[in-house]
């Protein structure tokens, strides 16, 4: 695939504008080289506490599940590496893009996208809760590092061309592209001034082709590493998709949870093409040495795959011109590729989400979100963090207060909202 040439200096492509923070901070001489802005961007999510957090937060299964499954951090470090790979090839900063995807789910609550649904529904009368404005809100006002004028956080103060490449869904409840899911929104109403700033330039909803690796590079990590955790986990056992009945019901998972109009015939050629792949398994995952082997060259082929169909397609709808940088581009995911990767995530998603065992834990920990909610709400300021209760004290009205118990319960891991639980709930 062409490359940026390595002598191409990144600032001939990322100008003034790009590299603008929102609080503007002197330049540092303490180090030999002088590192760019993007690897201060990156440095700073790498040393956030949010994102240290997600080592406690559900991926698809519970952290303390076993020591193998993915947890929200090693998610996002997986995901990073993928944007790198995406990044480059198409000339885009690979600092950027990965960054964005360090960030990406950084604002995600206790429990994962369970917990982003309770979180939502308490949420309601003050507009939701979504883990990708959450995650804005955090990188611009939560996370401890920067100060304005007036001595208000303004969280990471990240360069502008990275806040852009963390903005999955650049718009506020309601008012995406036709077709959008209501509850997929990137900004808050009382985020809109930030928001407005680092998408200065830039006319309606356009994602940045940063944010579009991010997005890329998140789909194809958990399609097949979510995978792989159920395999090792002993929840899926891929030699069942031979019989007609099993796959039926990963179709109906995939009509349901990703793509609901696709052709059952469409799923049927996609496994098809899937299993020519070299390592695809023909046994039962044993726990031998060998079979796990098998299964991270599986994963290493299949993410290698779906990254060469994106780059050639993106290139030649591009006609090989590269780079693709910051609004000048868009990636292009072909159909194939995209149901290759939906069918993936349907295995996933029926053998493991739809569990019922696991549709009763989910339950549980909606009551559990819903009770602790309603204690906080009750104790006020007493049962916050000492961040949360000055943001509380700061709070002009009633909508504001209820935000700031809201992010209260994000920033908390599993453990820690099943601990404040016992705490406050008695």
Same mark, same amino acid.
């Given at each position: ?9 990144? +600032? ?27 690897? @201060?961007? @990156? ?8 994102? @240290? ?24 470090? +997986?995901?990073?590496?993928? #944007?790198? =790979? ?16 360090? #960030? ?10 369970? &917990?982003?649904?309770?979180? =939502?529904?308490? &949420? ?65 109403? $009382?985020?809109?001034?930030?928001? !407005? ?28 590493? =979510? ?18 009945? +099993? ?15 696709? $052709? ?21 995952? $044993? ?13 290493? $082929? ?10 050639? #397609? ?23 590729? !995209? ?20 549709? &009763? ?27 949360? !209760?000055? =943001? ?22 599993? #453990?820690? !909202? ?9």
């Amino acid at each position: 695939m062409p490359a940026l040439p390595p002598s191409t200096p990144w +600032e001939q492509l990322y100008d003034d504008h790009a590299r603008a923070r929102l609080v503007t901070e002197p330049t540092k001489r303490v180090r030999a080289p002088e590192r760019t802005p993007f690897e @201060r961007d @990156r440095a700073r999510v790498v040393h956030a506490a949010s994102l @240290r957090r997600l080592a406690a937060k559900t991926q698809v299964l519970g952290p303390a599940t076993d020591d193998f499954v993915r947890n929200r951090l090693t998610h996002s470090l +997986e995901v990073a590496q993928v #944007a790198r =790979d995406l990044a480059h090839p198409l000339g885009c900063h690979p600092d950027v893009a990965e960054t964005a995807a360090l #960030a990406h789910d950084m604002g995600h609550p206790p429990f994962g996208h369970n &917990g982003e649904t309770a979180l =939502d529904e308490l &949420g309601a009368a003050v507009g939701g809760f979504e883990g990708n404005a959450q995650t804005l809100r955090i990188l611009t006002r939560l996370e401890a590092k920067s100060v304005d004028a007036e001595g208000r956080s303004v969280g990471l103060n990240l360069t502008r061309a990275t806040l852009d490449a963390c903005a999955k869904y650049p718009w506020t409840r309601g008012e995406g592209p036709p077709g959008t899911p209501p509850a997929k929104f990137g900004v808050y109403a $009382d985020d809109r001034p930030v928001f !407005a700033w680092l998408r200065t330039g830039v006319e309606g909803t356009r994602r940045s082709v940063e944010a579009q690796v991010m997005d890329v590079a998140d789909d194809i990590a958990y399609s097949v590493h =979510d995978l792989e955790d159920g395999v090792v986990g002993g929840r899926i056992d891929l030699t069942r998709l031979a019989r007609d009945e +099993e796959r039926e019901q990963v179709w109906a998972a995939v009509r349901e949870w990703y793509l609901p109009d696709v $052709d059952p015939a469409a799923l049927e050629d996609a496994l098809a093409r899937l299993r020519t792949v070299g390592s695809w398994p023909h046994a039962a995952y $044993d726990g031998t040495r060998r079979s796990l082997a098998a299964w991270k060259n599986l994963t290493s $082929d299949l993410i290698g795959i779906f990254c060469g169909q994106v780059h050639e #397609a993106t290139l030649a709808a591009h006609g090989g011109a590269v780079p693709l940088v910051r609004h000048g581009g868009d990636l292009v995911v072909p159909e194939v590729t !995209a149901t290759e990767i939906a069918v993936l995530k349907g295995i996933a998603a029926h053998y493991v989400m739809r569990a019922q065992e696991r549709l &009763g834990l989910m339950e549980r920990q909606r009551t559990l979100l819903g009770e602790l909610h309603d204690a906080l709400a009750a104790r006020g300021r007493d049962g916050l963090d000492p961040m949360f !209760a000055q =943001d509380f004290d700061d709070a002009t009205d009633d909508a504001a207060r209820a935000r700031v118990l809201l992010d209260q319960l994000a920033s908390l891991t599993d #453990a820690s !909202a099943v601990a404040w639980h016992a705490r406050w709930c008695r």
